[in-house]
């Protein structure tokens, strides 16, 4: 059972029990009695270990970490995304006082060893080294970089930037700040992400 998040003439975007966002025909979907019922923590971690064989999958509570990477750079991400979540859902919901649930399903982060797997698992253009799926809704990124190599501390700063920045979308479109599939200007969502992402090492 999906829910359908938003209907474009005969098309419909359903969110599917793991989070994810699917085009449907309407014409091809039924209306059910049965309710919407969010895949459980345990379920997406079996789902996603099928699905990524021979990578480890971690849970916490609002997130699952599918990775292959060295422990390092898992411990390093999931720091950043646990300890920024609840600054962020406070921010939104106690400063600006506006209106923020819980995600309904868990944030899956994908941690790729290398480029090449990141750039196997999907397509994206060079130089990318991160990046957050609305579709999916997940964030996607990979360790060894060739700045690594050359400069060490700027890679370490960059990386820890870059997950922040997309753990931002990732939060701000499951915690009802920003809807999927709206059309923000490039600017503002952005900006969020840069505003709201650490620039500090600590």
Same mark, same amino acid.
């Given at each position: ?5 938003? &209907? ?11 989070? @994810? ?20 923590v %345990?379920d997406?971690?079996?789902r ?35 300890s ?9 919901? %106690? ?7 819980a995600p ?32 999916d809704? @997940? ?17 370490? &700063?960059q ?7 997309e ?5 701000l ?9 709206? @059309? ?19």
């Amino acid at each position: 059972v999906g829910e359908v998040h938003v &209907q474009v003439d005969d098309t419909l975007a359903v969110v599917m029990p793991d989070g @994810r966002l699917r085009s449907v025909e309407a014409r091809k979907a039924s209306v059910t009695a049965r309710p919407y019922a969010p895949i459980s923590v %345990k379920d997406l971690s079996a789902r996603l270990s099928e699905e990524f064989v021979g990578f480890k999958v971690k849970s916490t509570r609002r997130f699952v970490y599918v990775y292959n990477t060295s422990e390092p750079f898992y411990t390093g991400t999931r720091n950043i995304l646990e300890s920024m979540y609840p600054a962020l859902f406070d921010y939104y919901a %106690k400063r600006l006082k506006q209106p923020v649930q819980a995600p309904r399903t868990p944030l899956v982060v994908v941690m790729f060893r290398t480029d090449a797997e990141f750039q196997q698992y999907r397509r994206m253009p060079s130089g990318v080294v991160a990046y957050y799926y609305g579709l999916d809704n @997940r964030v996607a990124m990979y360790e060894q970089s060739r700045l690594a190599q050359v400069a060490p501390q700027i890679a370490m &700063q960059q990386a820890i930037s870059t997950v922040a920045h997309e753990g931002v979308h990732q939060i701000l479109a499951n915690i009802g700040a920003q809807q999927r599939l709206s @059309r923000w200007p490039i600017w503002i969502s952005e900006g969020l992400a840069e505003y709201f992402a650490p620039t500090e090492v600590s």
